[in-house]
């Protein structure tokens, strides 16, 4: 387990997936990060790549399947190769048994960092085929972290949303994002920008995936502390367990889940990340704790 803290936060981070376990606030003495209860999630934060969902799709005529959701790396032993009080980054780099459920070479590395009261993630993918105009990499990342968060107290803010549209696309019965059907949010919620985080929201609606059309979203835990979400992805989901559990996460995606009439192809599908030009690509994802 890997350790980084400041005045404000201590956090740690498991070697295997590169995931947190620990969000400490060190001003209250609180835990910040779900931990796993019986019943609920029994997962605390993944790192979702190189597929978000079910893993099963063909690459040149080639049919692949992951073992678990949620792509390859979430069960892989990452190593430290920086660390400092306030930052640690992790790689992970691809060996030759992975070209069984994925035919790219790649090399990913995640960065934590502290500053003042704020988690500040760095993700960097790298493209390690020989040739990366004639084999591009292709792929998607996303975070799926689990804050604390009150079902009967707890709400979401999507922020600076004046004069946007606000939808959300439903899953189908098979779980499948439908966009073909979308819902307009304001008006589900009387034109209320603030999402209660009840458990009949999610046992209606299981996931709700959003176009990130606002300029931040807040998460109000309940537990007389704040989160604001910052990242520059292009969809992100919010989701929790709809029966147990005091969380929620709120899950930025630079790619997409399953949908309906989704390409068995992995280079069509909708908002895939291909890397032709450049062989490292850079994603950010900010939370800031406010009491």
């Not at 835990?31 to 019943?39: K, N």
């Not at 892989?76 to 306030?86: A, H, M, N």
């Not at 803010?157 to 979308?182: A, C, M, Q, W």
Request: hydrophobic share 35%; net charge negative.
């Amino acid at each position: 387990m890997e350790e980084i803290s400041n005045e404000y936060l201590k956090i740690s981070i498991n070697e295997v997936g590169a995931s947190l376990t620990s969000i400490l606030s060190l001003k209250r003495n609180k835990e910040l990060l779900y931990q796993i209860e019986e019943g609920s999630w029994a997962f605390q934060d993944v790192v979702l790549f190189p597929l978000i969902g079910k893993g099963e799709y063909e690459f040149n005529n080639t049919y692949y399947s992951f073992p678990l959701r949620h792509g390859l790396v979430r069960d892989k032993k990452f190593r430290v190769i920086d660390k400092s009080s306030i930052v640690v980054t992790l790689r992970y780099e691809s060996v030759t048994e992975d070209l069984a459920f994925y035919p790219f070479k790649f090399t990913f590395d995640i960065t934590y960092m502290l500053l003042k009261n704020k988690i500040v993630v760095r993700t960097k993918i790298y493209n390690d085929n020989d040739d990366v105009q004639e084999n591009p990499l292709y792929y998607s990342y996303g975070s799926h972290t689990g804050l604390k968060a009150s079902s009967s107290l707890g709400s979401i803010l999507l922020s600076n949303t004046e004069n946007k549209e606000i939808v959300f696309y439903p899953l189908d019965k098979n779980g499948l994002i439908d966009f073909d059907r979308s819902v307009n949010f304001l008006e589900l919620n009387d034109n209320n920008p603030n999402i209660s985080l009840n458990k009949e929201l999610f046992k209606k609606y299981d996931t709700l995936v959003f176009k990130n059309n606002s300029d931040e979203v807040i998460l109000d835990s309940g537990f007389n502390y704040k989160v604001k979400y910052s990242f520059n992805a292009p969809l992100y989901a919010i989701w929790s367990n709809k029966d147990k559990g005091e969380f929620v996460c709120i899950e930025p995606w630079w790619g997409i889940s399953n949908y309906v009439n989704e390409s068995s192809s992995i280079t069509d599908r909708l908002f895939i990340n291909k890397t032709f030009n450049t062989n490292e690509y850079c994603y950010s994802l900010e939370f800031v704790f406010n009491d």
